[in-house]
């Protein structure tokens, strides 16, 4: 998978994923391409199109488009998995996922991101695990914080 | 101390978190541009304080807005800063932000080295895995060398978490630097056999994902591939092994051949389409590589397009495009296949989604024949009368003429029908491609003699209701395809029944409405049919009727003279002075016909497109260098002879244009047109030139009168291209019915020597006669033209560099193994630095001089019985063994890889063991080979593991070469050494039962039948004893790397001292 993509219906980027070094020129130039393109087809159109040399594979969840960028000989139906995996695992985490959560934790949707995938390739295929991962790396953040907020309530005292 | 962190909270209480940022901006939708400038400022302070918490949350915000777009890159080294904080919820920002904001010229990113090998190594494994998150998106090929040993020793982390994390970004790290690729990929390779699923789908994923690009390299994993296909419950990991395997099978055909069994059988079962979809492709990619030596495969391709045509009919659109997409696939090898589903491919033309309709008109271009091609064009006909999108229309056109000219016009049988649909598709409304259909008409009469007489037919009635075409131009459109009819009928005019009147069609008023470029041509051509006209009326008596034709032209031809074309205005004046002359010669009762048609006599060839290019440049001839001294910039640039050698540009530009960026070209461009078009003396190229007539000079300058026609158009007199279809098929009826008239006598002539002879069957392609004997005119091509096509592959794909050999590394003769300067670096201080030399030098041994491979039979048998001696007594120390695996349960992973090694080493016969490192490459040959076996397993093992084994004095380089044709090589190896191999076999079959009467007890389980069968599966059998390991020695050791020589074998087998690592 080269870039994964999460925009919503206005046509705003919530999310960019990039697993190929791409200039930032070139990044901002193919999202908006994209955008247009994606954004035009009618609902009832197939989730796949041929863009340049690569194969856009995009699924709209609610308001928000989910669009990945594969290869030429890449698998487009499991690229299809993929997304709904990884908007099983965002709607377990947040549980029944929206877009604002997206909008406001943004970093935690990356880190799921982070979790499920790497590098462009799957991580792990089961969602267990990857859900188990995340929780307990939130746990540490949690076991970092809280002494800072004790030192905070002395502060205010 | 206190004080300061009191302060930093109070200050944060004031800060902005990331919620309070997106909000905001979500409040100043009007002035999104200005707030977002003050939060900048202001993260630009919290950049400044000391306090962590404040850096990261700036940091953190920073993150967002650049996603929106903003450059955040000032910042790189204050992300560094948060990334190096020890507390793990700022680390994992700094690293996210990292990750998305840096790249490889990021300069900050040399500084991060030491900090993300630190957390590498951090004992918190979330530390680890968010380093590695992070650096699997900004790796650069610095990161890659400096860090590629860290992460190599992550491979065998005791969390699984890590092991897959690390194997995954190997493969980051081979891209960015390649040498890594060989002293990684063992223990990669060990990876695919983690008890972990997590670590073994991660390991799958990169080893696929490397042999994809590679695949010959990796054909000796085949076999473990295989069990992990046949065994693996795991969708996601089973489409990965079946892409790497429809990589595999074009490099080797038998692969192929093993691979169709499991491979329908999933297919069979699967209820995931995704895997489903992965299986078809591959079947058919085996297919097509096997296309030429299995004969009894239809059963696969018709169980494939079966199960496409459930896909296509499913309701969901996302199936149907893809049963589509691997339709067209098939249909390349196996047309016939897929045409028998016609019907369901013409119903996606109605699909309301435009993607399938694409597809759907690809495939059929694939499907003509010359049997239905009429048919298929009919229906698309109808489709472009049906169809409201212009691009779609567009496309449709674009496709018939495709389909139609394919192969030089092979599956056209009447070329009268072929421009009927031309004509007819002159009627679409506001196409862009209108050229397309001017240049299909041209090169159909150009290159069909017969159809000339009918075509200028056509294209008079197509001049004569000119003014319905223009009177629906629009800008460049359809107008074009009176540039070809004008052309046609001037070039072809003694085949005109009326010439006078196309005369008078090309010299209306109407015309000068037109783009420069077609008025250009109409007047050139009417001077042509002028010419023919005298030539048919000098021969009359009556000499008024030549006389009334001059008039005309004289009368009609200032109104181009005043043309605002310079094209246009030169030839009108030109030939409207040759015809006063003409006129005044004919007054006094001169004869001029001959004359005036010798200046257009002789046939124009058509010339093929390539054919300039391939000129060969002559010898000592260099295009590339100055004739004059180079000109300065300025000057010059308008001079360039633009229309004849645009094409050839790219090519032989010179260096000072690649050194102009496009803009600034575009730019200069412009100008120069500008120029150029004010200037009066400059002559604009000759419009017969085929590349000005496409580019269509000033058309916009033209003004345009458009007409609204409710009413669709229809050219009176034009034949409906419907007609001819069926007489088409009257015509072919009834030559069918001559046919089988003939047939008849034939048979009733042959009745008495035979018997009853099989009716003759449907019509096959070559029943079908042209209509008219059609002689399509080749292109002309230069003399001595240079055959050659550019090689298109790109220069700079990142895999190129990973086209490693790898075979060698699982050889234990290890004919090149890991040479010192292809270790990875490994920082000084590290402990195992030392130790490891000697290793290195026991390895250098190695590579150097290898006995030559090839031994006399004789000595192959001494070796043998030396080797059963080794064996005899492997086998008691096996139960010794025994005590030490249980033991040294930790390190099995690795053990088992040596172990296997050895025995091998030692014991070439002994069973193939796909999970060793060793045998697969000598074994890939036997894997593949379906033979029977004889009860003697291993002795069949030898002799193909050293048919396949190239020698080992070859340099690695040219095995590594060879690879692809091995299948090749060993098989008429095979068949021409397989007298000789019987005979050894059947001595070995003797010998071996002699020893198996012998020593029966020791041989159990090589001669029963499970051992048999693990070999020709490639699996292992669990229970099977572990060859013996006892003989090693230990030389070095540390908590990353053992290393462990063997020295306990046989005296000859000492040239191979072993040295394992892991």
Known sequence: MRFMLLFSRQGKLRLQKWYTATAERDKKKMVRELMQIVLARKPKMCSFLEWRDLKIVYKRYASLYFCCAIEEQDNELITLEVIHRFVELLDKYFGSVCELDIIFNFEKAYFILDEFLMGGEIQDTSKKSVLKAIEQADLLQEEDESPRSVLEEMGLA | ?1062
């Open chain 2, 1 to 1062: 101390m206190a004080l300061k962190i009191v302060k930093g909270s109070i200050d944060r209480m004031f800060d902005k978190n990331l919620q309070d940022l997106v909000r905001g901006i979500r409040n100043h939708k009007e002035d999104e541009a200005k707030y977002i400038s003050t939060c900048i400022d202001e993260i630009k302070q919290e950049l400044k304080q000391d306090n962590i918490a404040v850096k990261a949350n700036a940091v953190c915000k920073l993150t967002y807005l650049q996603m929106l777009g903003y450059d955040v890159s000032w910042a790189a080294f204050n992300i560094v800063e948060v990334m190096s904080s020890s507390k793990f919820t700022y680390k994992r920002i700094g690293y996210l932000a990292a990750s998305q904001c840096f790249h490889e010229n990021t300069d900050v990113i040399m500084l991060t080295t030491n900090q993300i090998r630190k957390d590498l190594s951090s004992p918190n494994q979330y530390d680890t895995g968010v380093a590695l998150t992070g650096l699997s998106c900004f790796v650069t090929p610095d990161l890659a060398r400096d860090l590629a040993n860290d992460i190599m020793t992550l491979m065998s982390h005791t969390k699984p978490y890590i092991r897959k994390k690390a194997v995954l970004i190997m493969y980051k790290v081979f891209l960015k630097y390649p040498e890594s690729l060989r002293p990684a990929f063992p223990r990669l390779k060990e990876k695919l056999e983690d008890p972990d699923p997590g670590v073994q789908s991660a390991a799958v994923n990169v080893i696929c994902e490397l042999a994809r690009r590679n695949p010959k390299n990796y054909l000796s994993l085949a076999p473990l591939f295989f069990k992990l296909m046949t065994s693996s419950t795991n969708n996601w990991v089973l489409i990965k092994i079946i892409k790497l395997f429809g990589a595999l099978t074009p490099l080797e055909p038998r692969l192929g051949k093993k691979l169709i069994e499991p491979l329908t059988n999933l297919i069979h079962s699967t209820s995931a389409m995704s895997l489903l979809y992965e299986c078809v492709n591959t079947v058919i990619a085996v297919l097509i590589s096997l296309s030429s030596g299995m004969p009894n495969h239809s059963a696969s391709i018709q169980l494939c397009v079966q199960k496409l045509r459930i896909l296509i009919e499913d309701s969901d659109q996302n199936l149907k495009y893809l049963g589509l997409l691997a339709m067209s696939k098939i249909l390349k090898t196996h047309p016939k296949s897929v045409q028998s589903h016609k019907d369901l491919i013409l119903q996606c033309l109605d699909d309301k989604d435009e993607s399938i309709r694409l597809r759907a008109l690809d495939l059929l271009y694939g499907m003509v024949s010359k049997k239905n091609l009429m048919e298929i064009v009919k229906k698309l006909m109808i489709h472009v009368d049906k169809a409201e999108g212009t691009t779609y229309r567009d496309e449709l056109l674009t496709k018939i003429i495709d389909i139609c000219s394919q192969s030089n016009y092979q599956y056209i049988t009447n070329f009268e029908w072929y421009i009927s649909i031309l004509v007819e598709l002159t009627r679409l409304e506001g196409t862009r491609h209108g050229h397309l259909i001017a240049s299909q008409m041209l090169d159909v009469a150009i290159r069909v003699k017969a159809i000339r007489v009918f075509a200028v037919a056509q294209m008079a009635t197509l001049l004569d209701n000119a003014h319905l075409l223009t009177g629906n131009m629009q800008r460049n459109g359809i107008c074009e395809v009176l540039y070809a009819a004008a052309w046609i009928c001037g070039e072809f005019s003694e085949h005109l029944e009326n010439p006078v009147q196309t005369l008078e069609a090309m010299l209306r008023p109407k015309v000068a409405t037109l783009p420069g470029h077609i008025q250009a041509v109409y007047v050139q051509n009417a001077a042509k049919l002028f010419a023919t006209i005298l030539k048919n009326q000098e021969g009359n008596t009556d000499s008024t009727a030549a006389q009334e034709t001059s008039q005309m032209m004289i009368d009609r031809l200032p109104l181009f003279v005043q043309s605002a074309n310079l094209e246009v205005q030169e030839r009108a004046s030109c030939i409207l002075q040759l015809v006063k002359y003409i006129q005044k010669l004919q007054q006094k009762d001169v004869e001029v016909a001959e004359e005036v048609s010798a200046l257009f006599a002789g046939e124009l060839n058509p010339v093929a497109p390539k054919a300039q290019k391939k000129v060969p440049v002559p010898e000592g001839l260099d295009l590339d260098a100055w004739i004059n001294e180079p000109p300065s910039e300025s000057e010059s640039e308008d001079e360039q002879p633009k229309a004849i050698f645009t094409k050839e540009e790219p090519k032989h530009s010179r260096p000072r244009h690649t050194e102009v960026d496009e803009k600034e070209l575009a730019r200069r461009r412009e100008a120069r047109k500008q120029e150029q078009a004010n200037n009066p003396f400059y002559i604009k190229a000759s419009p017969s030139s085929q590349k000005v007539y496409q580019e269509a000079p000033g058309v916009e300058h033209i003004p345009v009168v458009q007409i609204d026609l409710s009413v669709p158009l229809k050219v009176p007199g034009l034949p409906m291209s419907d007609q001819y279809v069926k007489l088409e098929e009257e015509r072919r009826q009834k030559e069918r019915a001559e046919k089988k008239k003939k047939e008849k006598k034939k048979r009733k002539e042959k009745r008495s020597g035979r018997g009853k002879k099989h009716d003759s069957g449907p019509e096959s392609e070559e029943d079908i006669t042209p209509a008219h004997v059609v002689d399509i005119v080749t292109e002309e091509m230069p003399e001595n033209a240079l055959p050659s096509d550019d090689d298109d592959k790109d220069p700079n794909d990142p895999h190129k560099a990973l086209d490693i050999d790898l075979d060698n590394l699982l050889e234990t003769t290890a004919r090149r193994p890991l040479a010192d300067s292809e270790k990875l670096p490994v920082r000084s201080h590290r402990a195992a630095g030392a130790p490891k030399s000697p290793a290195e030098d026991g390895e250098a041994e190695n590579a150097t001089p290898q006995e030559p491979k090839k031994k006399s039979s004789k000595e192959k048998r001494d070796k043998k019985k030396d080797k059963e001696r080794d064996r005899k007594r492997s086998k008691e120390e096996k139960k010794k063994k025994k005590h030490k695996r249980e033991e040294k349960e930790e390190d099995l992973l690795g053990g088992q890889a040596e172990e296997a090694a050895v025995q091998s080493e030692e014991t070439k016969e002994v069973e193939a063991q796909p999970s060793s490192t060793s045998a697969e490459v000598s074994d890939l040959d036997f894997w593949l080979s379906n033979a029977p076996v004889p009860s003697n397993t291993q002795e069949a093992a030898t002799v193909a593991a050293a048919e396949a084994d190239p020698a080992p004095e070859a340099p690695a380089g040219t095995a590594a070469d060879s690879e692809p044709e091995e299948p090749k090589d060993t098989e008429t190896e095979e068949s021409k050494s397989s007298k000789h191999k019987k005979k050894k076999q059947k001595k070995e079959k003797e010998e071996k039962e002699k020893k198996k009467k012998k020593k029966h007890h020791h041989h159990h389980h090589h001669s029963d039948g499970g051992g048999e069968e693990s070999v020709q599966n490639g699996t292992v059998e669990e229970e099977e004893p572990l060859p013996p390991m006892s003989n090693y020695c230990l030389l070095a050791e540390n908590s990353y790397i053992k290393m462990v020589s063997d020295g306990d074998c046989d005296a000859r087998l000492w040239k191979f001292v072993l040295l394992s690592i892991c």
